[in-house]
């Protein structure tokens, strides 16, 4: 049976979308998929809770910044590069299709050298350094919006595709009495959910604890704290309910909500609209990070879908509040248009029409 092999990691938002797309191939595809990722984090559980078969390879961060654990992560990611050229020489996949992050270097690196085609998508507006590096490794780069393009070489003119965001087939099948039987909640009850992404958000679980009278006003707060940053209220509100981390309920707690207060990661500001959420969103921004959920947060804002939060306590109180009490807004938000997002089909179609050619 023909072989695909896919890559990426170091986060629920560079895996989930991938693994949607894998389910959607493998329904219009005889074929075999697995999966390369970190030796090291959440990989692993989460790939093969679906069914695929995961190996694990060396990798190093790469870094835009001085630090000395980039010489060290030099010998990592080398490492990885030949971990990765084993695997795929034993497994021979027909294609490499790449969901980004630094793991998902090395083995786009080794697919070029043994002349197997690479894929890549990018699910933020602007790319990551691990995109702009395998772009140079891939026949084909799929970015969600037409601004994206605007962030990569002219050069690349056929190679690059608008595709939007690969979404779980979860989504569409989401059930907010499903949602609300597992928070043990009535229909009545109004939600305002609380995500912090796979690991959990000490600022948003600080402005959660610092909010939670007010939030509590109007809605039963349900709060994904993380399994890194657990919940630091001190106050046990009765319409309080702290989680360290949703699995496959997600759908249907999100389809359950009023409004979503979040981080503006790609997979869950893509998930969320998908199920027309208004959100609040709180991007990680500053030193750590290259400023991806900014471009993102502010994308959303603009296309009227959410609002970006960057004040205290007192601010979100008001603002929360405010939503609240204005259910046109929240309707409004809800029913913004962003992007067409057919990413799932799109991708796969291509994915499968590239191997055929290959018969």
């Known amino acids: 049976m023909i072989s695909i092999a896919f890559t990426g990691g170091g986060t629920g938002g560079h895996i989930y979308p991938g693994l949607a797309l894998a389910s959607r191939i493998k329904k219009n595809f005889p074929c075999r998929i697995f999966w390369i990722g970190s030796v090291s984090g959440m990989d692993r559980a989460i790939v093969e809770k679906a ?22 992560d030099i010998f990592m990611v080398a490492a990885g590069f030949f971990s990765a050229l084993r695997i795929l020489k034993r497994e021979a996949p027909v294609l490499l299709f790449s969901k980004g992050s630094f793991a998902s270097v090395p083995p786009c690196a080794a697919a070029k050298f043994l002349k197997i085609p690479v894929f890549t ?45 690969p979404v779980r087939p979860e989504f569409a099948e989401a059930n907010p009495a499903k949602g609300r039987a597992f928070l043990g909640l009535g229909e009545a009850e109004r939600i305002l959910l609380v995500l912090g992404g796979s690991l959990g958000s000490r600022e948003i679980n600080e402005l959660v604890d610092a909010c939670l009278p007010e939030l509590t006003r109007y809605y039963t707060v349900v709060h994904q704290t993380g399994e890194k940053e657990p919940d630091s209220s001190q106050t046990r509100a009765e319409r309080y309910k702290p989680y360290p981390y949703f ?8 389809a359950a909500a009023e409004l979503v207060l979040c981080r503006s990661g790609a997979g869950t500001i893509w998930e969320c609209k998908s199920l027309g959420k208004p959100m609040v969103l709180v991007p990680f921004r500053g030193s750590g990070t290259r400023g991806d959920q900014v471009e993102n947060a502010k994308l959303f804002e603009d296309a009227g879908a959410a609002l970006c939060f960057t004040g205290g306590a007192a601010e979100l109180s008001a603002l929360i509040s405010s939503l609240a009490e204005d259910s046109d807004r929240r309707k409004a938000m809800g029913e913004a248009k962003i992007a067409e997002n057919n990413a799932t089909t799109l991708i796969a179609e291509e994915i499968i029409r590239r191997i055929r050619e290959n018969k």
């Open 51 to 72: 069914g695929l078969k995961f190996f694990g390879i060396p990798s190093g961060k790469l870094r835009r910044y001085f630090s000395l654990k980039n010489i060290s």
């Open 121 to 165: 998508h990018e699910s933020d507006l602007s790319p990551g350094l691990a995109t702009r590096i395998n772009t140079r490794f891939a026949e084909r780069v799929f970015v969600p919006y037409k601004e994206s393009i605007a962030f990569f070489p002219s050069s690349l003119g056929e190679k690059i595709r608008v595709s939007g965001n």
């Open 247 to 254: 699995q496959d309920e997600i759908p249907h707690i999100i």
